[in-house]
């Protein structure tokens, strides 16, 4: 897909990585993660950890030989709340990448966007220069703690929060403009471009073409190759709905967040709350279903 698509980024996540580690053709670097587990030895499970650190690294570097841009390597989802182990575990990955010869600037590390994630990123991009990929972002508070923690990038999600409007409101289907993800990345770019934040929003996790449309001009998006596929065959003009001379204008408040303020606004955002514990705990639940595989 990457080398019929060509995009400049590409992303993992433990989910993508399962799938893959389970096909025929990558079961060469499945054996080369696990032979390198043996090798640094200790207990089981520790030689099953760095296992699995090598496996998203080696699926990595071969991203990295089809892209010019950076390939996106998440953190194990059960540090969610472990600044940090967060930390330790992202700068590991960084090591292990600099072991295969690819600098940290072509490296983002994802990390849930919990406070701890968010804290974290902050430590690890003003002291160790380390690139982060904010991702299960689902409420305006994470965004704007991300933007004030100085991280490079955030990956707002836009599928999963109108997978869950529709599955507990009356409205099953939305227009484009309505549509509740499309909103809340519209208002976290509008916020970011006003207010002068360096942090790129990156839409992320589509359900529809509609939805990718309706999000034209925001700084990134990382698309499925399902919709590339549906996009390359529409043949229409996309005028940017999205701008920074529009944000400018927009009538948005400037707001700061300390830890206190950030739990109680994300709290209060029902969808963004069981969403972030959901995807949290779908992405262990793989990162667990990997290591058994590899067992």
């Known amino acids: 897909a990457i080398d019929e698509y060509k995009p400049l980024d590409a992303t993992t996540n433990p989910s993508l990585i399962l799938a893959a580690a389970q096909m025929p053709a990558y079961q060469e670097l499945v054996d080369n993660a696990v032979a390198y587990g043996k090798k640094l030895g200790g207990s089981e499970e520790e030689q099953i950890k760095n296992a699995c650190d090598k496996l998203f690294v080696l699926f990595g570097a071969e991203i990295l030989k089809r892209i010019p841009g950076r390939v996106s390597t998440e953190v194990d989802a059960r540090l969610s709340f472990d600044k940090e182990g967060m930390i330790q575990r992202a700068r590991r990955l960084i090591d292990l990448y600099k072991e295969a010869g690819i600098g940290k600037d072509r490296i983002l590390i994802k990390l849930s966007s919990t406070w701890e994630g968010i804290q974290a990123g902050r430590v690890l991009e003003a002291e160790y220069g380390i690139h982060c990929n904010m991702t299960l972002l689902f409420s305006f508070a994470q965004a704007v703690a991300c933007a004030e923690a100085g991280v490079t990038l955030i990956s707002p999600f836009v599928g999963r929060i109108l997978d869950w409007y529709v599955a507990n409101g009356d409205k099953k289907a ?66 940017p709905t999205l701008s920074v001379k529009e944000a400018q204008a927009c009538e948005l408040e400037k707001i700061h967040l300390d830890e206190k303020a950030f739990r109680w606004h994300h709290n209060e955002d029902q969808m963004a709350v069981e969403k972030l514990s959901d995807g949290i705990r779908k992405f262990a639940a793989d990162a667990i279903k990997l290591e058994r595989m590899l067992k």
């Open 174 to 239: 939305y227009e484009p403009s309505e549509d509740p993800g499309v909103k809340s990345v519209t208002k976290i770019y509008n916020y970011y471009k006003k207010f002068g934040y360096k942090t790129i929003v990156m839409g992320a996790s589509f359900r529809n073409t509609g939805e990718i449309k309706a999000l034209t001009g925001c700084d990134y998006l990382t698309i499925s190759p399902k919709l590339l596929a549906e996009l390359s065959k529409e043949y229409v003009k996309l005028t």
